[in-house]
């Protein structure tokens, strides 16, 4: 028997949940719902395999999308490894759909946005850039142009 999931969201964790959510707002749109607090005796470390942990969960929407930012309190979460790449196993970015992607890079990139590099045609009609979020999470715009 198949199960009957769907996919519902997409979560960070962040080391600024304050920073995170002004970028996820106030640079590519999204609009803020809800900020959780989760002080130990909530549980949530019973879920996450933490045991004790305390944290600030931010949930954001941009259309049927959410994506959940958690600042963990305690423990705190070690960053980003610098030598990460986009080949390393797990999560390697959130995509966005544009259909202005040249200009949307150059918003971006007046707003302090580090790039990859600028927009490339991946393929025939598909163009694509890759940047990074505030505590160095890949984000990336996808253009669709045939």
């Known amino acids: 028997m198949a199960l009957t999931v769907r996919c519902e969201h997409t979560a960070l964790s962040v080391s600024n949940l304050e920073r995170s959510i002004a970028f996820y707002v106030d640079v590519l749109g999204f609009e803020k719902s809800d900020i959780i607090e989760c002080p130990p005796e909530r549980g949530l470390g019973n879920i996450v395999g933490i045991p004790g942990c305390s944290a600030r969960i931010a949930k ?65 009609h598909v163009w694509n850039a890759y940047f990074y979020g505030p505590d160095g999470e890949t984000c990336e715009l996808r253009q669709f142009t045939g």
Not at 88 to 114: C, M, N, P, S, W
């Open 60 to 124: 954001l929407k941009l259309g049927a999308m959410m994506l959940e930012l958690f600042e963990y309190l305690d423990p705190c979460g070690r960053p980003i490894a610098s030598d990460r790449t986009q080949a390393d196993l797990g999560l390697t970015h959130l995509g966005f759909a544009t259909e202005t992607i040249q200009a949307d890079y150059q918003q971006l990139r007046k707003l302090g946005v580090k790039f990859y590099s600028p927009p490339i045609e991946y393929r025939p």
